[in-house]
Structures are given as structure tokens and as C-alpha cells.
């Protein structure tokens, strides 16, 4: 039997624009029915472009079962709550809310303890944020979108796995795919290209 509590995506479960394939709706009717699922919305703030990713990916979870479906903004007052769900689901949008996140508040502790019995689904910037350091990315799409714009005191993820995901990357022009790979080689890293409709599964266990 396959073992997984990890999931990183590119489109997710979110179908505004992006490809959800049938076994995929089939693989998350799976692992949430009769679940308790809580979606991480920090990444899709109101007044922005991924905001209506709240609704349609809730209603995606409601349609194939799951038993009860949260949307939550995590704050330092909030965070706690998440150990009373048995999925997580992170919004894809703008990362950099996600690293603050991870700095603000205790979201790695919680996730790593959470990760003993749930399941964990990145979409898009949820996926990106268990990696080490963003870095990487600002510096990849500096000028492309004003959200990869700003300079941070910090880049750092939650460093949970290993992947460098590079989200969407079948919209990517060819310009951005031949930056990426000039990027890799000259900062001797590895990005992972990842599709929408592909799903990369990890079996988290901490040591």
C-alpha cells in the first residue's frame, strides 16, 4: 500500500485555470472523504487574483466528500487549530505571505507534529514553501510579477523536503524555462519542474 503524507502540486485541487485531472479528483475523493480538511489561505489574500481559489477549492473538497471544509487565515491565535483536521491544504498565490508564516508564528512545529497523522497538500506556493530557502525563486522571477519584486529579511522555507519546486511550469515561456536551466548551473542547484496535474508524493517521517 502506498504510504504518503505529503503532496506537492502544481494546480492542487484548484481548477480556476489549471488542470485537474480525473485521477487526481479521484486520488483527493480518496485520501478526504469523511475527512476534516483546513485550507491555508495566507498565500491568496483578499483584493488578489487567487482569492477566488478559496471557494472553488473548498467546494471541490465538499463535492467529493469530505466531511468538513475550514478556510483559515493562520496567525499566532489560530495555528493550534490545525492539529484538529486530518488534511491540510495549502493555497497556491504569493509566497512571500507563506514565509512570513513560517517566521511569525510556530507553523513548522505544528506541521512536523501534524505530519504524524495527517496529510499535507501543497498547491503551487504551498508546495514551494517546504523547501529550504526561496531564495532562489525572487531571484528567477524578479521583474516577471511585483509579488517576486520585494527583498526580504528572509528566504527561508520550512525545510521539510528537499524538492525546489518551480510551479506551472508548462505556462512557462521558453525564455523562463532557459533561465532556469542557466540558473541551475550556475548556482549549482537542482529546480524541480513541476506541471500542473503532477503530483510528487513523500512520505515524511522525522527522525
Not at 503551487?124 to 521583474?143: P, V
Request: glycine fraction near 6%.
Amino acid at each position: 500500500m502506498e504510504q504518503f503524507n505529503i503532496l506537492l502540486t502544481s494546480a492542487g485541487f484548484n481548477d480556476i485555470n489549471n488542470y485537474v485531472s480525473d485521477e487526481n479528483r479521484e486520488m483527493f475523493k480518496n485520501i478526504s472523504k469523511n475527512k476534516l480538511v483546513v485550507i491555508i489561505a495566507n498565500a491568496a489574500p483578499e483584493g488578489t487574483g487567487n482569492f477566488i481559489a478559496r471557494e472553488n477549492v473548498k467546494q471541490n473538497f465538499i463535492s467529493v466528500g469530505a466531511k468538513k471544509v475550514d478556510v483559515l487565515d493562520l496567525n499566532n491565535s489560530n495555528i493550534d487549530e490545525l492539529l484538529n483536521y486530518n488534511i491540510i491544504y495549502a493555497l497556491g498565490g504569493n509566497i512571500t505571505h507563506l514565509i512570513e508564516l513560517v517566521h511569525k508564528t510556530k507553523f513548522k512545529d505544528i506541521l512536523v507534529d501534524f505530519l504524524k497523522k495527517g496529510i499535507y497538500i501543497g498547491e503551487s506556493a504551498g508546495s514551494m514553501i517546504l523547501c529550504d530557502d526561496l531564495k532562489w525563486a525572487y531571484e528567477l522571477k524578479r521583474g516577471t510579477k511585483k509579488k517576486y519584486d520585494v527583498i526580504l529579511d528572509t528566504y527561508k522555507g520550512l525545510n521539510i523536503t528537499e524538492y525546489r519546486i518551480f510551479p506551472h511550469f508548462n505556462k512557462a515561456s521558453d525564455e523562463m524555462k532557459e533561465k532556469i536551466k542557466n540558473f541551475e548551473e550556475n548556482n549549482n542547484i537542482q529546480i524541480t519542474r513541476l506541471n500542473d496535474g503532477e503530483i510528487i508524493k513523500i512520505n515524511y517521517i522525522k527522525e
